[in-house]
């Protein structure tokens, strides 16, 4: 669990070089930290971060790859500022994403870039939403036959306050743990899932089996409470990745953060065999239905 972690001295965002054992510590599933790998906010954009930024009914600030906001209040000023700074964010994410994992570059497609003004530890959730407690991430309407769920995060709190997570065991762990009471998959059920449009494209045996290691993680309150675990406080000005589909994680407390995601195909990450549907594919010891081969 020591190494579940990995401090990194990377102090410039144009600065990374695609080092060899910073590329299998990611996709072996630790984090990337880097705590002097600041996001640089001048003093108007500090007065911003607020949680009467977010619009009424809203979790989170979004910035698609298009440039369309949404869930800011305040008008088209603040808006205009906000779109700004995400904008920013966006670009300094994806160098360093591209200096970090030179070959990723031409393969990634960006998610909206992600601004949470709230306390994480306010939420109220049910138990399969809550994101404090540890999981890797799936979701059960957007089925993604391994493709890589590659994350970049920042604690931007102008009070210093840090942003803390639980980082857990390997994802291989997890998997022997719950895989042989998971419930096992049924092709006619995703078909059904698929034509209710409950699912927006047919769910794959390994989106049923990453479901099932998630749903079953966060309902498990033992494991919650006694898994190898180490909690982790980023501190404001720090910066830190992973693949969220592969890093067991949970974040516990934190307000003000920026997050930018990137969706890669698992064919084109550097060792594909160290990649959840990988691990998945040869612990049934079979291809997985509807899935790639990895």
Request: with cysteine; glycine share 6%.
């Amino acid at each position: 669990m020591d190494r579940a972690i990995l401090d990194l001295p990377l102090a410039d965002w144009n600065g990374a070089t695609g080092e060899a054992g910073w590329i299998a510590a990611v996709e072996g599933g630790q984090v990337l930290f880097f705590p002097r790998l600041d996001f640089k906010l001048d003093a108007s954009e500090q007065a911003l971060l607020s949680p009467a930024l977010l619009a009424e009914g809203v979790r989170n600030i979004s910035l698609d790859s298009a440039g369309k906001l949404k869930g800011v209040a305040g008008g088209e000023a603040v808006e205009s500022q906000v779109s700004g700074l995400m904008g920013r964010f966006a670009r300094q994410a994806r160098v360093l994403v591209k200096g970090l994992f030179p070959a990723y570059d031409a393969h990634l497609r960006p998610a909206p870039t992600s601004l949470r003004p709230t306390d994480v530890s306010t939420r109220k959730q049910s138990v399969r939403a809550d994101d404090r407690r540890m999981h890797v991430d799936a979701f059960p309407t957007r089925p993604n036959y391994g493709e890589r769920i590659l994350r970049v995060f920042t604690n931007i709190n102008p009070q210093g306050q840090p942003r803390v997570w639980r980082v857990g065991e390997p994802f291989e762990d997890v998997a022997k743990r719950y895989l042989p009471v998971a419930r096992p998959y049924s092709a006619w059920q995703a078909k059904m899932l698929q034509s209710l449009h409950i699912t927006k494209s047919l769910r794959s045996e390994y989106d049923h089996m990453m479901l099932q290691l998630h749903d079953r993680m966060k309902a498990d309150e033992r494991y919650q409470r006694e898994a190898p675990q180490v909690t982790m406080p980023f501190p404001s000005g720090s910066t830190w990745v992973c693949f969220s589909d592969q890093a067991v994680h949970a974040a516990m407390s934190g307000q003000h953060m920026l997050e930018q995601t990137f969706h890669l195909p698992v064919a084109r990450q550097y060792d594909v065999q160290a990649s959840p549907l990988a691990i998945l594919t040869r612990m049934a010891g079979r291809p997985l239905q509807g899935a790639p081969l990895p």
